[in-house]
């Protein structure tokens, strides 16, 4: 353990709307003292995810960034240097690393990944908290049948890129929306999506009318990453029995505004059951979803597109990429 | 059968927002002929009902009302004459005689009443279709546990009364809301509600804080009759894992206006379960709802609190009163 200098990214001001990098700071810190019982863990990936806007402000239940605090978030590390005999130096570990390139953890905040090990990042995407968000919301409250009729937005991202595709593997028909044709192609051609409307394409009025030609019959399940106008417009258009998942609300993430949401007269009209979906609920069950899904990523069946950026620096760049919905997949810095 | 004639009340036109009696004609028709096969009905007892007002604007799933047509509705009624071997003249049956003297119905539309019934009504009321409605939600969707706080708007409704009961008879703490003193004092000192709020005592700010001041804990289950402001402000004092159970929207039945529903976020902040819940997908467990719910409602642990009016002519007076929420407990006109 030789580092003399560790590189944070810090909350430089409260971001009006849509982040900009001039939010952030990136700086180097001193590398933190590994503690009596503690473990220094050098970060290799970092997870970057929408409800970190949440955080900035100040409404997430897993914490609250302020300026001058350096920024929240899970990574992949190695263990640099150990007083606790319950790791060894080189072990993979899963923690809260945080946007920086050391952080030290007690042992019981460290989660150590199997041995062996191809590709950690995956433990930040399709094996953990967006896979793990994905499995739990759809598998364990909506569970879906073969034949029902999925629709997801934000469909090539991080967690509705797992939906997608764990709907298709029960059997069901999926329709995506996205924003680009891009997004639309590779989730068609590559995730397997029975088809997908481009939300940049036209209005919701649009929106509303494919919604229509593509599930004639209604909607069956619903996981909703988005809430607003499309959370309206796919509730209007439920089959009897429905299920929806509530489990963001992207399109307000960069406001302060706060919509309403559908009436309830559409949930009675379908008979929905409506979940509120916190994944952090489901972390007691996540080695049953690693179980469930490992066979199918190694198989590729399950295929994870990650959106990756070489270098702590450009954390706050990939962020507010992010945050405009520009990326490809989920969102993971290479740290070291 | 000696009848020669056939009192009904029909839809004289659309009411403007709030039904009045103008907007009913009562007249006598012809006695329904029995053909081949039929069951000829004299009515005892007429249910009336919220959804019927959703009937008149063409807005319900169990039927449409246009002016001229008699007002539909359900009815503990006598066999009178009959040409089919399943009933004999005397029997008593639940049907959907509407806002009638005399029916006919094909006898699988019948569903007969046990032998030595004391309390026809009663089949209309908390053993009819408001309170399966209730046990429905509350028991089968709602699932509650002793120690719950149960929030009940319409608490002495004919729904909402039969949810507040069997809410304190699984043990839980029960708020209800209601409209005036009077019901208030009802229902904290004959149904055993814990607590009724007023809420023509304040305006909407006034009840949430009355709702942080009686659930400081947070609310379990909301059974929802009225959507509108109330269902937003009891969105927002959900406790963690709560259900809300959607039955009806009596805030907005005299307008065609629909507001919009509670910010899809507050339902992910307490990982609510919500069900939008239609009675008639439980009809096939009705008799074990009867079996689970008789023993109380003949020892009086259930009470049957019935707004009863005398003859079918007062049936347009008793339905406004109703849509005006004057009602004291389930309405029931008492037809012969």
């Not at 989660?111 to 930040?124: F, G, K």
């Not at 919604?211 to 106008?229: S, T």
Request: proline residues 5%; aromatic residues 6%; glycine residues 12%.
């Amino acid at each position: 353990m030789t580092a003399t200098e560790n590189l944070q990214v810090k909350l430089a001001r409260f971001p009006d709307g849509e982040p900009t990098p001039d939010d952030f700071e990136v700086a180097a810190g001193p590398v933190p003292e590994c503690g009596a019982g503690q473990v220094l863990c050098e970060t290799l990936f970092l997870s970057l995810d929408p409800y970190m806007r949440s955080q900035i402000a100040g409404r997430h239940i897993s914490g609250t960034i302020a300026p001058g605090d350096v920024m929240l978030g899970e990574t992949v590390a190695r263990v640099v240097q150990c007083d606790s005999g319950a790791f060894q130096v080189g072990d993979l570990v899963r923690c809260q690393g945080g946007w920086q390139q050391y952080s030290v953890h007690s042992p019981e905040a460290l989660h150590r990944l199997p041995a062996n090990v191809v590709s950690p990042s995956y433990y930040l995407s399709v094996l953990g908290m967006p896979g793990l968000t994905a499995y739990s919301g759809l598998i364990w409250q909506a569970q879906p049948k073969a034949g029902d009729v999925v629709v997801v937005a934000a469909a090539t991202g991080g967690v509705g890129a797992m939906v997608g595709q764990l709907a298709k593997l029960r059997g069901c028909r999926v329709v995506g929306i996205a924003g680009g044709e891009t997004k639309c192609r590779y989730a068609v051609e590559q995730l397997g999506y029975d088809a997908c409307i481009d939300r940049r394409a036209g209005d919701i009025g649009w929106i509303e009318s494919e919604l229509d030609r593509l599930c004639p019959e209604g909607v069956d399940i619903y996981f909703d990453l988005v809430g607003g106008a499309l959370l309206n417009a796919v509730s209007q258009r439920l089959a009897v029995g429905a299920r929806v998942v509530l489990c963001g609300i992207m399109s307000e993430l960069n406001s302060s505004d706060r919509g309403a949401g559908p009436h309830p007269g559409l949930w009675i009209k379908a008979r929905a059951s409506v979940y509120g979906l916190v994944v952090y609920d489901f972390e007691s069950r996540r080695d049953e979803f690693i179980a469930a899904c490992l066979p199918a990523v190694e198989s590729g069946d399950i295929q994870c597109l990650e959106d990756c950026y070489e270098g702590l620096a450009r954390a706050p760049e990939a962020f507010c990429r992010l945050m405009r919905g520009e990326n490809m997949g989920k969102v993971v810095i290479k740290v070291a």
